[in-house]
Nanobody, 127 residues
């Protein structure tokens, strides 16, 4: 069983920045950040293929968010800049997906197929 521990959420004004961290208890190649806003379905924000560091982003966050990994620390980060009120959500780290490496953005951002999930960290952006 892989344990994922997230940190870094909080409240910020629009235009501000936050960095989320996800520490994993084991090395797993496909990891990602997902979010679920009130009354909405869970959606992918960004995924990363850790071996080569290739990343895929949802259109809504492209150019504002950056996913990265620190292999020795077994940690994945999500740097979020230029935050908007619509970014308000519970953010979850997940690991173990099998399509994050795909050249297809749809497949690389697939929510299904991740067996390991963190407990979530709340991000609230006020206008």
């Amino acid at each position: 069983q892989v344990q994922l521990v997230e940190s870094g959420g909080g409240s910020v004004q629009a235009g501000g920045s936050l960095r989320l961290s996800c520490a994993a208890s084991a090395y797993i190649n496909c990891m990602g950040w997902f979010r679920q806003g009130p009354g909405k379905e869970r959606e992918a924000v960004a995924t990363i293929y850790r071996d080569i560091g290739s990343a895929t982003y949802a259109d809504s966050v492209k150019g504002r968010f950056t996913i990265s990994r620190d292999i020795p620390k077994n940690t994945v980060y999500l740097q979020m800049n230029s935050l908007k009120p619509e970014d308000t959500a519970m953010y979850y780290c997940a690991a173990g997906g099998i399509t994050c490496w795909s050249a297809s953005t749809t497949d690389a951002l697939r929510v299904a197929g991740y067996p390991y999930w963190g407990q979530g960290t709340q991000v609230t952006v006020s206008s």
